[in-house]
């Protein structure tokens, strides 16, 4: 079978286009790389050359295939060199009417057949198709930067767009090692549509002084395992370039909740863009460096002291309980493992025993570890039995009434001046605290599960928790090897009010039909370096988990972009609850 289009013009070489380029050459195809002027040109070349250079020096390329690849390229500044092309693909800075404007050039140099692709990431490809007589012919072909590396490319139908031109970019996709995936022509198409809302309420989360930018980004790195935080990543992308994307997508939605941040505007105003100007969120050593200068945390101020803890209460007997004794009792702190029964209290220690057994056998940990462990672990089936201790955690059922009910039973049996402590993810700490006599002792610690394994605490301040409180819990994080950070007392805290609201967004976007779940998941992975995409992470955490925390959220903050998306609530009416159940957005009783 013939390979899709043997000679491919580029128009436009800047980083990506020069990217693309080589990536078409890798492939054995003819290359007629367009620049603007002769100098462009040969700046073009020089790039094409030293990035191909520097993949030698590392490994990636043979000398004698970087010799075969430079001869497939050939760049000038005529345009009208890419009449020989089978595909032209346009990589021009992103201003609507330039690309319109070489379009419609475009479509006069080239045969009726050529096909005409877009790079844009947030234009309408539509309105670009329309510059031509030939808009069935012309789709948007969306790579990820650096082009050599993510494997992720977006084929970008319009409603005038013909399926076979789209299946051939796609072939053509594939046939470079790609993973093509289709999407329909709105902004931000999958990746960026769902990536910008989230960087975008990340920046209004900053400006707000809800959290630090070093937290902010610290919650997703560690209780997300994204590869980056959202401020940083912002930084990289560039200021002005996401306040672009961000002022497409709200074009075409009206939704606020894609209404760029102001201080998105703030700071592109002021030139501070990023990692190109060496200052955005962060301070760089140099433009274009990602070294980031050490500066004063931007909550910096002075700290109470904290009140010292030697032993520890942990309330509950399921997954999350144990796991938060086995980090206290790992760190050394003799722990008083509370639950409604003692046999329900023994079987939570038996349960923390297995735990323990299997990091021995995974060479995590030591026996004389695991026996000391072990040994600072006392089960009971008494609350009373906390009277002493200085930190009491609960970690029982995420039911706010349940919880009101236990914290009123610690008031009255735990020694004044302890630190109460609740790993509510939802709910507000604040009710918990006002069940006791003693509000300015109750906080919020939220571990991640498995406790054992994440990093990320998130403590949660109300306005009326002493500070003394907070700065316990954070020196205590820091005894056991947790990284907190701090914020408010409002719906979701950090992580869930920027996860859920994400998931929501992918929910809808496959109720609407705009991609399938396999193409949402792929372009979250592959287009953003997720560890999971958002449907494998809803079946995960349970949808019914998930709905829960939508309707929290849109309680709290009454964004109608907040409230769950309809297809969530069916699911979740139907009883597919996820993985739990079998069945969620996939069928795992088949797999």
Known sequence: MERPFPTVAVVGLGTMGAGVAVALARSGRRVIGVEAGPTQALRALDRIEASTARAVERGRLEAGERAALLA???????????????????????????????????DRICPPETVLATGTTALSVTRIAAATARPERVLGVHFFNPVHTMRLVEVVRTVLTDPQAAERVAELARDLGKEPVAAGDRAGFIANGLLFAYLNQAAAMFESRYATREDIDAAMRLGCGLPMGPLALLDLIGIDTARTVLEAMYAQSGDRLHAPAPVLGQLAAAGLLGRKSGRGFYAYEAPGSSQVVAEERSDARPRAAGREVRSIGVCGSGTMATGIVEVFAKAGLPVLLAARSQEKAERAKAQLARSLERSVARGRLSEQARDAALALVTPTGSYRDLAEVDLVVEAVAEDLAVKRELFAALDEVVKPGAVLATTTSSLPVVSCATATSRPRDVVGMHFFNPAPAMKLVEVVSTVLTAEDVTATVLELCAKVRKHPVECGDRAGFIVNALLFPYLNDAVRMLQEHYATVDDIDTAMKLGCGYPM???????????????????????????????????????????????????????????
């Open 72 to 106: 497939l390229i050939e760049v000038g500044d005529d345009l009208s060199a890419a009449a020989a092309a089978d595909l032209v693909v346009e990589e021009v800075p992103e201003d609507l009417e330039l690309k319109r404007s070489l379009f419609a050039e475009l």
């Open 533 to 591: 995409g958002p449907f494998e992470l809803l079946d995960v955490v349970g949808l019914d988990v998930s709905l829960t925390i939508e309707q929290v959220l849109h309680q709290e903050f009454r964004e109608p972009g907040l409230a769950a998306a309809p297809l969530l609530e069916h699911l979740v009416a139907a009883g597919c609850l996820g993985r739990k159940t079998g069945r969620g957005f996939r069928d795992h009783a088949r797999r």
